[in-house]
């Protein structure tokens, strides 16, 4: 804590969880973002794959239109996948950002009995020099 600039009292114990928290909080905003991003881009290929088969069916005239057809779904079906997966993965860095944090919790709460234990006892030691 005293590496990042907070001092070793309980204001900057507090400073700290609240950075720590806007920190997550901006984590967790960004990677809802690019799961949102990721869902509008997979609509956008879905909806792309159903354009390209209606328009393949109304003017593909060569011997092996359906050939082509597979493999352009296929390809389609590929980036969709490729897509879920990194959805998959912005979703597995949420879980892993709010596992964190909450490891910070509990280290920031034992730094805070800690200080408060530090404080009881120099206020004990001021009071036995008076």
């Not at 690019?34 to 869902?39: Q, R």
């Not at 897509?83 to 919790?105: F, G, T, V, Y």
């Amino acid at each position: 804590m005293e590496r990042l600039g907070y001092p070793k009292t309980i204001d900057g114990n507090h400073a700290f969880i609240k950075a720590c928290d806007e920190d997550l909080r901006k984590m967790i905003d960004q990677n809802h973002g690019l799961i949102k991003a990721h869902d509008e881009e997979m609509e956008r290929i879905k909806q792309m794959a159903d354009d390209m088969f209606t328009m393949e069916q109304e003017s593909m005239a060569d011997c092996f239109p359906h050939k082509r057809r597979k493999i352009d779904k296929l390809l389609l079906m590929s980036e969709i996948i490729n897509l879920r997966h990194n959805k998959m993965m912005n979703e597995m860095a949420l879980l892993e950002a709010d596992e964190r944090m909450s490891i910070w919790r509990k280290s920031i709460r034992q730094k805070r009995m800690n200080l408060r234990d530090e404080l009881r006892s120099l206020k004990g030691r001021l009071m036995i020099n008076e």
